[in-house]
């Protein structure tokens, strides 16, 4: 399903993204969720209660060992949950934002999943992607990729692993990230193929080199050969059989064999 507007993914869907790490963080998501939800309510003593209870429930998140501050945190969720009581007694659905409403309620009792599915339709995909995404808190992650990936379809615990993966090579030269997203969108990025694409970093290529390793690695069938039948000259024989098969391990020898 493709982030949009009218779009909404399941709670199972959202809850990939919590189970890709033990260091989520409650106040920034509840935070974030918040700000994009709370615009929402059409009410004005609602959206109030609703800022309110959002400022105590974050207070409480960034101290989490406080006995006070979690009281007051449930407190202010219960009387926002009463006011919606309140005012639906005698107000139509049409005066009340009872979806936006719910959803938020689901964010400050931390069932943060179930806030985006619900939150979606009138949220739309991508903020509330972003918001878990950040959330994620995880070194060495390519938040852009991941955004993208999921953007592209892929679910956000594969989306994710391959931001992971990526994200420690950020050094890469440009030419070479662009290689590695185009394969990350076509699902054809794994472990080997990182390592065999690291060895083309390495390589400290020429810019003529590398516009020869991005051809080959493009899958250039011409370039391919050429470079192959430079191998065999040279008498990497090996080498030149591996390239053929699209082995990215050769990749590299490959492209530093062409003269700077």
Known sequence: ??????????????????????????????????????????????????????????????????????????????????????????????????????????????????????????????????????ALRLEYFDVALTVKLIGAGQGPSSAVQTGLAIGRYGWWPDWLLKIVADRAMAGKLDKETIAALDRCAYAELSPAQSRIASRILNGDQNMIEASANRLEDLGEQDAANKLRQGDLTAVALAARLIPL
């Open 1 to 134: 399903m493709q982030p949009g507007r009218s779009s909404r993914h399941p709670a199972s869907w959202w809850s990939q993204f919590q189970d890709v790490t033990d260091r989520f963080d409650a106040a920034s998501v509840t935070e974030v969720l918040a700000d994009e939800i709370i615009p929402k309510i059409s009410n004005p003593l609602l959206r109030r209660e609703a800022e309110i209870a959002t400022e105590v429930v974050v207070r409480h998140l960034n101290k989490i060992s406080s006995p006070e501050l979690a009281e007051r945190a449930a407190k202010s969720t219960a009387r926002l949950i009463a006011t919606v009581e309140r005012l639906n007694e005698r107000a139509t659905s049409e005066d009340l934002a009872t979806g936006e409403t719910a959803a938020l309620v689901h964010v400050l009792q931390g069932r943060y999943a179930d806030a985006a599915s619900e939150a979606e339709p009138f949220v739309g995909t991508v903020p509330l992607i972003k918001a878990f995404v950040a």
